[in-house]
């Protein structure tokens, strides 16, 4: 998302990509305190195990950890305290259907500025098998060496 104009990326959720099918992307926006945006801005925030669960038809991050703020003092929040996603009702209802009947996960994939905004890129991802992630990594692995063999030809 970093390359849009007005945008700015902070920090992505490679895991994601490593253990899931990644079907669809969703942009949504998320519920901060003030000081955890400013922590935002410094970078502290990590996306390693989150998830996203539903509950009485709001869509919330968990496990998505946002350090305190070091200025902040009473007014930081707990850094793993449950966070609200802002979506449209059809949205949500929508990635709730698929996540209760097709076997998909609502997983965040990166944490960007929009404008002044902080926003949340969702991913709907189904989740990969052992044997899917060697093809993947030896996928990778043939391109690299096609990318050598390439580079030393041209020399």
């Known amino acids: 998302m970093a390359n849009k104009a007005g945008t700015k990326q902070v920090t992505a959720n490679k895991k994601a990509w490593h253990d899931y099918f990644v079907e669809e992307k969703i942009e949504a926006g998320i519920e901060l305190a003030g000081t955890e945006v400013k922590s935002i801005r410094l970078g502290q925030v990590n996306l390693k195990d989150s998830y996203c669960t539903f509950k009485d038809?709001?869509?919330?991050?968990?496990?998505?950890?946002?350090?305190?703020?070091?200025?902040?003092?009473?007014?930081?929040?707990?850094?793993?305290?449950?966070?609200?996603?802002?979506?449209?009702?059809?949205?949500?209802?929508?990635?709730?259907?698929?996540?209760?009947?097709?076997?998909?996960?609502?997983?965040?994939?990166?944490?960007?500025?929009?404008?002044?905004?902080?926003?949340?890129?969702?991913?709907?991802?189904?989740?990969?098998?052992?044997?899917?992630?060697?093809?993947?990594?030896?996928?990778?692995?043939?391109a690299r060496e096609i990318d050598r063999a390439m580079k030393s030809r041209n020399r």
């Open 57 to 142: 038809g709001e869509i919330f991050v968990r496990g998505m950890h946002i350090s305190p703020y070091e200025k902040g003092n009473i007014f930081n929040k707990d850094p793993m305290r449950l966070r609200k996603l802002l979506l449209h009702k059809k949205e949500i209802l929508r990635l709730f259907g698929k996540t209760k009947q097709d076997g998909y996960a609502v997983i965040p994939l990166s944490v960007y500025f929009r404008n002044s905004h902080v926003k949340l890129e969702l991913g709907l991802c189904k989740g990969k098998k052992l044997h899917d992630k060697r093809d993947s990594m030896a996928k990778r692995d043939a």
